[in-house]
């Protein structure tokens, strides 16, 4: 299954009889699949079929839908308000009654008022109320099916960075693994180097207990086995990821966290340069590849 990102855009336009519409569909990132519905007054009933269908093929993303329709102008009809009229009409009585020798108003003027006369749609029957609805989710589908070849087109391009991401992880942790200061050689020259200094310092009186507990903090220390073992074990997990596909973001970001976290002891753990070095190399490219994980789904 493809990787996908959570970014896309994508617009579908349709028409039916008289009314022409247009979709517009954004996503970004977000934690769940978040849907914000925009459509026109009287298509209420559409947003739970709209929601269903957005929910088949997305699983994750700050999605905005919207759709702006036009009606052609000849079908309108112009019509009297009849409120507002009878609201104009009221209003002329009460002002002739307070001022007897107001001219009477024109026809003209009156229906000149504003709301007096309205333009309205006409109004569909059932029948045909439903094939516009049946029409306007065929182009929502359309809409969707492109946002989703969007977002898996991005999503494949993130995959091939994060690939090489990991490769270069890989790569530092074997690196880590093959310094000469981890070989058993290194770590026995450094432990009797420590504790020649120790002996010197005190002056060859040194508590054997203590030297022994010098000791055994050192050779601790030195040992990062464990971390090594668990970087390896992570990438592992990630390539297998990555080779499943799917939904995978929130996984593989769990993962990148642990990465960090042993990187992290791997760099307090560091009594040479050049361990400590890796270290901070391992953050940089962790670091880098969260920021690119934050795009998938």
Known sequence: MALASMTGFARSMGESGPVRWTWELRSVNGKSLDLRI???????????????????VLRRGNVSIGLSMQRDQSELKLQVNETALEAVLSTIGLLRQRVPDLSPPSIDGILSQKGVFELKEPEDD??????????????LDAALLDLVDMRHSEGHAIAHVVRDQIDRIAELTRAAEDLPVRQPEAIRAKLKKQVDE??????????????????????????????????HAHVAAVRELMDTGGAIGRRVDFLAQEFNREANTLCSKSNDVDLTSIGLDLKAVIDQMREQIQNLE
């Open 198 to 231: 120790l002996l010197e310092a005190s002056g060859g009186q040194l508590d054997p207990q203590r030297l022994h507990q010098e000791a055994i903090i050192l050779a601790t220390k030195a040992d990062i086995r464990e971390e090594l073992d668990r970087l």
């Open 126 to 139: 059932d029948a045909a109320q439903e094939a516009l609805h049946a029409a306007l989710l065929t182009s």
């Open 38 to 56: 925009r459509i026109p007054t009287g298509l209420e009933t559409l947003e739970p079929r709209i929601r269903e269908r957005c929910a088949k």
